[in-house]
């Protein structure tokens, strides 16, 4: 398993059960929660993070980052 580390505003919605601890983070001063979740592979964990959409922010590493990114605007493109 690798691991990574997101953050997401405190909305009270956490990524889900599949994340061990999400429950007992808590929101910095500006309102995030910063998590480090562990996936199977690269691959993985970025159709994860793509599921949630901007719940969550990608903060390392930055080839998980820029995947993600780049994923997005794909989908952006297609429906502009």
Do not use: K, N
């Amino acid at each position: 398993a690798r691991s990574f580390c997101l953050v997401g505003p405190d909305t009270g919605v956490r990524p889900g059960p599949v994340v061990a601890g999400a429950e007992e983070a808590e929101p910095d001063e500006s309102g995030r929660v910063t998590l480090t979740l562990s996936f199977e592979s690269f691959e993985s964990a970025r159709a994860r993070i793509l599921s949630w959409g901007r719940a969550v922010e990608v903060l390392e590493p930055l080839s998980l980052r820029m995947s993600v990114l780049d994923f997005a605007l794909q989908v952006v493109g297609l429906y502009e």
